[in-house]
């Protein structure tokens, strides 16, 4: 059945249902806006009593099996009641064009004005086909290939019946301990920008209204990934300039690239939890950035108010999240419980709740919901969409280019493709699963390519596969915790007896897929388990090991980064990890990934991060005196720094320029340097631009990206890279809360990680 609204005149609005009698007429004012995207909008609001607008920003999880018998009793069948009254916006976690289809029906054809749902779901890095991490895609530094993994996961997600998703998060992120630092883009506000438009591109498109396209949404609104200690839903407090020059350039990034929702954060931020913060959702977000889509609660994030001490009760907490500007409540049920008497007692203006609906109302027209609400649920698309062939090409690619290469000594890599015994060790390398990662929720067990099975694709040297030890053991569903192997050590002997006899080891170490993610925070970010250890014993007897990491965040490896003579980074990247990963151990692909978060030497020195501030006592070798910043018992400097990443190529920096010592405002100048490959194969190689504001009213770090650029070289070979500085390269927040560039003195760097760079100095002038 399709539902069409249709503008009679400028007075009238009749809404019709194709096939059915019923017809709802009511006379309209004239509106003065001409936008007729917003009369549609403000034509639908009209006709609504106030119990359906707040049905409009009610949004329920799937609640029971929707082909199945109607639920009688209990939660499930209240939620099925306001379903047919109306009284739901949208729902999250139903997928299938089947069980989408029912639910819009029910929606469509059985409440008195028809409104369609909106279905979400968390597509964080793929559907069924799943590409890498999102931390490992943001390690490609290739912003093409992260918008067509995004394209991907939209098209493979529409196909299902779902138009909406949660992503991408643009949290910076500092902290390796926190879980969630794998779906992030890691600890730089430049680099995070710049992925956030990517991922947005990539699952929006061109057209909303396209049918192989989702709404993205940016979250978490702000300053989730400060947590204290690393600890999941843990108080946020960051001073203003943090907030200012930090955590809101992703975000604003966002809404310059037109993301039409935003998800609000579980923390408190200033003592006032996200989700009931005006000046987030109000000032910032609304007022001054003129974001013209809707903001979704995290789950149930509004109840949540309540153990946060800030709200006595849900009624408290829903009339401080509507008046704080959350449009649509996930799964706390207090907007559809207590918003209505909230209006009628005059707590909340009925004006409050009118723009919420039309920014939600907005965005249904913009997906063309209205013009054909089942227009997301075709059989046959889903049926020849879902796992096509083309997906996996496009996601073994950005897992190739995900890959840090982190070590290469005694040239161990690339392997030789012949004539060699190659030992493999590790649960991890025989992993279908885990590579999968953390939030993939749709996807099946033991659909990706293990390692082995990558490596096996090379068949003339001989494999040998031994375990060594589990990672994990328990059930590692999505739901449930992994436990940690910390005993059983029984096949240790198997796997050392295996690595004696061989020319190279292959070491699969890690973290089990579902060790990060949401609710996975970790006080000790080394190998988990007995893995050291094995890791250890195994180097006794051959030390020709090459080390590949399967992980969600950034470890704590000392001893392997002095002892291992070759490291890989490869992450958790998705269904065709093991083809990825084996294609770059054999040097059928080159590694150009670049690390998108700083590695730790020990877990003591977190929050660690490149662009820190230099403090008045500055981190420094001054062995005759203890009193400066640093510590007694470990380096001030990480293990590998953010932007760090070898390639089997060797890249020469040499002749870094600036066309003038200085510029002004409306001016700019060149910044040019020299790349050359002394290496024997082609590779690329992402040249970064840092600087570095010497003096400012607000103490700055001691360097910033500002820019990069990946570029691909032949042996021998030499280019010549510049950049353009100008007035809004160097702005930030500063003491007269403003963003504003203040003149003054400059360092510039450029390189090929944050710590190794050319430098040079300018002015900027009045």
């Known amino acids: 059945m399709k539902k069409s609204f249709l503008l009679i005149s400028s007075s009238i609005l009749v809404v019709v249902l194709a096939g059915c009698s019923k017809k709802i007429t009511q006379p309209l004012t004239v509106f003065s806006n001409e936008n007729p995207l917003e009369r549609k909008v403000d034509s639908v609001l009209k006709l609504m009593t106030l119990e359906e607008k707040v049905g409009q920003l009610n949004q329920y999880n799937g609640f029971w099996e929707i082909t199945g018998p109607t639920p009688k009793e209990g939660q499930a069948a209240k939620k099925y009641a306001d379903l047919k009254k109306g009284l739901v916006g949208s729902m999250l976690n139903v997928k299938g064009v089947k069980d989408v289809r029912a639910l819009q029906k029910i929606a469509v054809e059985e409440t008195r004005l028809g409104i369609p749902l909106i279905f979400g779901f968390d597509v964080i890095h793929g559907y069924k086909t799943i590409s890498p991490i999102p931390l490992a895609e943001s390690a490609s530094w290739d912003m093409e290939a992260i918008k067509n993994s995004a394209a991907i996961a939209a098209e493979e997600a529409a196909a299902v019946g ?115 913060n005006a000046y987030l959702q109000r000032k910032i977000l609304k007022e001054d950035w003129k974001f013209e889509g809707f903001v979704v609660s995290d789950w149930g994030s509004i109840n949540e108010m309540i153990n946060h001490g800030y709200a006595k009760d849900s009624k408290q907490a829903a009339e401080i999240a509507i008046n704080a500007g959350s449009d649509m409540d996930m799964e706390s049920s207090a907007y559809v419980d207590h918003l209505v008497a909230l209006v009628n007692e005059g707590k909340v203006k009925e004006a409050i709740v009118d723009d919420a609906v039309k920014r939600i109302l907005k965005v249904k027209f913009e997906l063309g919901l209205f013009d054909d609400p089942y227009k997301y649920c075709d059989e046959n698309r889903e049926t020849t969409t879902v796992g096509k062939a083309e997906f996996q090409a496009g996601v073994l690619d950005m897992a190739k280019k995900s890959i840090v290469l982190l070590k290469n000594e005694k040239e161990l890599l690339p392997l030789k493709k012949s004539g060699q015994k190659i030992v493999v060790i590790g649960a991890l390398a025989n992993d279908k699963t885990s590579p999968l990662g953390s939030w993939r929720i749709a996807a099946d067990d033991e659909t990706a390519v293990s390692v082995l099975e990558g490596m096996q694709k090379y068949p003339e040297n001989q494999i040998v596969y031994k375990k060594g030890a589990d990672v994990a053991v328990g059930r590692t569903q999505f739901i449930w915790e992994t436990k940690i192997n910390m005993t059983d050590k029984s096949e240790f002997a198997d796997a050392i007896a295996a690595a004696k006899g061989a020319d190279v080891v292959v070491m699969v170490l890690g973290e089990h897929g579902l060790q990060s993610g949401e609710g996975r925070s970790r006080a000790d970010i080394g190998l988990p388990g007995v893995q050291q250890e094995l890791l250890e014993e195994v180097y006794k007897v051959n030390p020709n090991i090459v080390l590949v990491l399967n992980n969600g965040r950034p470890l704590a490896i000392p001893w392997a980064a002095e002892n291992i003579p070759a490291i890989v980074e490869a992450w958790q990247l998705g269904t065709q990890s093991g083809n990825a990963i084996a294609q770059v151990l054999y040097g059928d692909y080159n590694p150009s990934g670049k690390l998108p978060m700083t590695f730790p030497r020990n877990v003591g020195q977190l929050p660690l991060y490149y662009n820190h501030k230099n403090t008045g006592r500055p981190a420094m070798n001054e062995p005759e005196s203890v009193f400066w910043s640093h510590y007694i018992d470990e380096k001030t400097t990480p293990l590998y720094p953010f932007g760090y990443g070898l390639s089997y190529s060797k890249f020469e920096y040499s002749d870094l320029k600036l066309s003038g010592a200085s510029f002004a405002q409306a001016g700019s100048i060149k910044v040019s340097v020299k790349i050359k490959n002394t290496g024997k194969i082609a590779g690329k190689e992402v040249v970064q631009l840092y600087i570095r504001d010497l003096i400012g009213s607000v103490t700055r770090p001691v360097r910033e990206l500002k820019g990069f650029e990946m570029i691909e070289l032949n042996p021998n070979e030499t280019k010549i890279v510049s950049f353009v500085i100008d007035e809004n390269t160097i702005q930030y927040y500063t003491a007269n809360s403003k963003w504003e560039a203040e003149v003054g003195d400059f360092n510039v760097f450029i390189g090929g990680s944050s710590a190794k760079t050319l430098e040079a100095n300018f002015q900027y002038t009045n």
């Open 162 to 276: 779902l138009n909406w998703t949660f992503a991408p998060m643009v949290d910076v992120a500092r902290d390796a301990r926190w879980g969630r630092v794998m779906e992030g883009a890691g600890e730089d506000p430049y680099l995070g920008s710049k992925i956030a438009v990517a991922r947005i591109q990539g699952f929006q498109g061109d057209n909303l209204g396209a049918t192989n396209t989702i709404l993205a949404c940016a979250k978490h609104f702000a300053g989730y990934a400060f947590a204290e200690a690393g600890r999941d839903y843990n108080t946020v407090d960051v001073s203003e300039t943090v907030l200012q020059n930090t955590i809101f350039p992703p975000f604003k990034a966002a809404v310059d690239a037109g993301v039409r929702t935003f998800m609000n954060s579980f923390n408190e931020l200033n003592g006032i939890p996200a989700t009931g």
